[in-house]
């Protein structure tokens, strides 16, 4: 059974910092890319970050600016999400994903990805 499992949101103010993990398990996914995608209320899910597991490729969203880092940890399945320098507009359910991707350009695709997480809340106070 295949589990992405998501950790490590919670409040935090602005100009703050959180680090998210995704536990993945259940099969291998040293060739899959795993992406953090978000979700604010009343908004689409929207690609944030994605590293692809065995070469290390990483893909970011124009509104990261530097602000997010993505790594990886491949013993332990587990890639990270380094997020500095939060502000209010960063408030959102962050979800984890993995996906086999056939068409690099398309990692910023939601239905590109076959396994996701339930999502951890994020809450970012001004």
């Known amino acids: 059974q295949v589990q992405l499992v998501e950790s490590g949101g919670g409040l935090v103010q602005a100009g703050g910092s959180l680090r998210l993990s995704c536990a993945a398990s259940?099969?291998?996914?040293?060739?899959?890319?795993i992406a953090w995608f978000r979700q604010a209320p009343g908004k689409e899910r929207e690609f944030v970050l994605s590293i692809n597991m065995s070469e290390g490729r990483t893909y970011r969203a124009y509104f990261v600016k530097g602000r997010f880092t993505i790594s990886r940890d491949n013993a332990k399945n587990t890639v990270y999400l380094q997020m500095n320098s939060l502000t209010p507009e960063d408030t959102a359910v962050y979800y984890c994903?993995?996906?086999?991707?056939?068409?690099?350009?398309?990692?910023?695709?939601?239905?590109?990805?076959?396994?996701w997480g339930q999502g951890t809340q994020v809450t970012v106070s001004s």
């Open positions: 994903a993995a996906g086999d991707l056939k068409i690099r350009s398309r990692y910023y695709m939601s239905g590109e990805y076959d396994y």
């Open positions: 259940g099969r291998t996914f040293s060739s899959y890319d």
